[in-house]
C-alpha cells in the first residue's frame, strides 16, 4: 500500500566547518561558490543530501568534493532551518564541523567550487547564506569543547612541544594562560607521551617533543576520567 503526503517537502542540506591551526593563527576552510545563487562569494562547504546517504555520509562527500579534505574528527554541529535561509526556497541545513591538521591536507577544489581556501576565523569575507552565523556558532562549540574534551590536539602535529599545546588554546580562547599553572595542569593528567626527541631548525633552545596519548585517555575516559582545563 503506497502512501502520500499532504505536506510539502522541505529540501536538505548539509555545511560544514573545518578548522585548522596555522602557527598563530587558526583557520576555516571556505569555498568560492562558482553557481548561483551567492556564485563568486566565500561559502562553508556543502550541499545537497542524496536520497540514498545519511547525514554523516553527505558531509563527508561534500568536504572530499569540493576541497579534497578527509577530516579524522567530525561531529554534528545544529540545524538551521529559518524560513528565508535560501533563496532557492524551504531548505533546512544540517551544520558539521571539523577539524584538521593543516599539514596533512592539500586543498584542491572541484564540483561546483571556484576555489578553496584558508581563511583566519577572525578575518573571513562577506558569506553567502547564513553561514557568518554557522561558523559563529562552530566556534563558540569549539571553544566550549576544548576546555572538557582534548579535541585540540586534532590541529596539532603528531609531535610537539608544550608551547605550541598552550599556544593553541590560547588561540581557541583568545585569552592568555599562565605558563606555570598550564603545564603544571596538562602534565598531572598523565596523558602526554615525553618522547627522546627536540624541535629541530630552531633559532632558539630546542624544546622537548611530546606526543598525546590517544589509547590512554581512552581507558580513562572509560573508568571516568574527567578531562578539564
Not at 611530546?210 to 574527567?226: I, P, S, T, W
Amino acid at each position: 500500500m503506497s502512501h502520500t503526503y499532504e505536506y510539502p517537502r522541505p529540501a536538505l542540506t548539509v555545511d560544514c566547518v573545518v578548522f585548522g591551526q596555522d602557527e598563530d593563527d587558526l583557520k576555516v576552510l571556505l569555498i568560492q561558490r562558482g553557481v548561483e545563487p551567492f556564485a563568486g562569494r566565500w561559502a562553508l562547504p556543502g550541499g545537497f543530501v542524496r536520497m540514498d546517504e545519511s547525514l554523516d555520509a553527505a558531509a563527508r562527500r561534500e568536504l572530499e568534493e569540493e576541497a579534497g579534505i578527509r577530516p579524522a574528527h567530525m561531529e554534528q554541529l545544529y540545524t538551521f532551518g529559518a524560513p528565508d535561509r535560501d533563496p532557492r526556497g524551504r531548505i533546512v541545513t544540517v551544520a558539521y564541523f571539523a577539524l584538521v591538521k593543516l599539514s596533512d591536507h592539500r586543498l584542491h577544489a572541484a564540483t561546483d567550487a571556484r576555489e578553496a581556501a584558508w581563511f583566519s576565523v577572525w578575518d573571513t569575507p562577506k558569506l553567502a547564506f547564513d553561514h557568518a552565523d554557522i561558523l559563529a556558532t562552530a566556534l563558540q562549540r569549539l571553544k566550549g569543547k576544548v576546555r572538557y574534551q582534548p579535541i585540540g590536539f586534532e590541529l596539532l602535529p603528531p609531535k610537539f612541544t608544550l608551547t605550541q599545546l598552550q599556544r593553541l588554546y590560547e588561540i581557541i580562547l583568545e585569552r592568555p594562560l599562565d605558563k606555570r599553572n598550564f603545564r603544571k595542569k596538562i602534565l598531572a593528567m598523565d596523558l602526554l607521551e615525553e618522547l627522546d626527541e627536540v624541535e629541530q631548525d630552531v633559532s632558539h633552545r630546542a624544546a622537548r617533543l611530546y606526543r598525546f596519548d590517544h589509547k590512554k585517555y581512552k581507558q580513562l575516559e572509560k573508568a571516568g576520567f574527567n578531562f578539564e582545563l
